[in-house]
């Protein structure tokens, strides 16, 4: 990969070709990319109609498939008890689309939404599958400008994403679940209060959501349960 950026550069200096800077990607630790295939991406991107860039794994990642798996709410069909926080969420950033995501191996599977009909989409297409990578909101005011998910499927096509907000919902602190997100088929931004508001929201998702995973993985305690035990799947 390092070897084929430098032959692009090299190929592109050729020519005249400029390059700009990389903007960093908003991983943190857990998202480390060498200089050469930063390099390699942003020009592939932008001299050959794009690349997406695939969600990173997060490093707990085979705990976090265990416990979401042992719960049981991987799959398709909705949480009615979640409905009313999507509804709630849709209204107060005036949005047409919101939804509470579950984040699987391959899939992102829906279990709450408003203004969406669809089970699920790929995880390597999700942007909550990005959301839950962090720990802050995970905001995307123009799908569009963003090299990450410029040619991603669900931003040139349906639902035509271009406005994106994802508040991450974690269990046992540090497993990200999923999100809850709201979206927009135009560019935008919230202020500052509003994302408070989203936030203070998807902690009440996080504690619902949390409640009903404990109750459906039983007595056992989903925090120091060994595998093998209360239903987990391999």
């Known amino acids: 990969m ?69 719960t049981g709410f991987l799959g398709p069909g909705l949480i009615d008890d979640l409905q009313p926080y999507v ?3 849709r209204a107060l950033c005036n949005v047409p689309i919101a939804a509470v995501s579950l984040i699987d191996r391959d899939r992102q599977w829906f279990k709450a939404m408003d203004g ?10 999700s942007f909550c599958a990005h959301a839950i990578l962090q720990k802050g909101v995970f905001y995307i005011s123009d799908a569009t400008h963003d090299e990450r ?14 406005f994106y907000a994802g508040c991450p919902l974690f269990i046992e602190d ?19 209060d509003t994302l408070l508001r989203l ?3 998807a902690d009440c998702v996080q504690r619902a959501l949390s409640h ?20 987990f799947m391999a």
Do not use: Y
């Not at 969406?116 to 297409?125: K, Q």
């Not at 540090?174 to 500052?192: E, F, K, N, Q, S």
């Open 87 to 89: 509804r709630i969420a």
């Open 2 to 70: 390092i070897a084929v950026a430098f032959c692009v550069i090299h190929a592109l200096s050729q020519r005249g070709a400029r390059t700009s800077a990389v903007k960093p990607l908003n991983f943190g630790s857990r998202w480390s990319l060498p200089i050469a295939l930063h390099i390699h991406v942003h020009l592939i991107g932008h001299h050959l109609g794009g690349l997406m860039l695939d969600p990173a794994l997060p490093q707990n990642e085979t705990r976090r498939l265990q416990v979401l798996q042992a």
């Open 149 to 162: 998910f410029a040619d991603n499927p669900l931003v040139l096509g349906d639902p035509g994403i271009r």
């Open 116 to 125: 969406l009909d669809v089970e699920g989409t790929p995880r390597r297409f």
């Open 212 to 231: 009903r995973m404990r109750l459906a993985i039983g007595s056992c305690s989903v925090s120091h349960a060994p595998a093998g035990q209360c239903g």
């Open 174 to 192: 540090d497993l990200g679940m999923g999100a809850l997100m709201v979206i927009d088929r135009r560019p935008r931004t919230l202020d500052a």
């Open 199 to 201: 936030r203070d929201l």
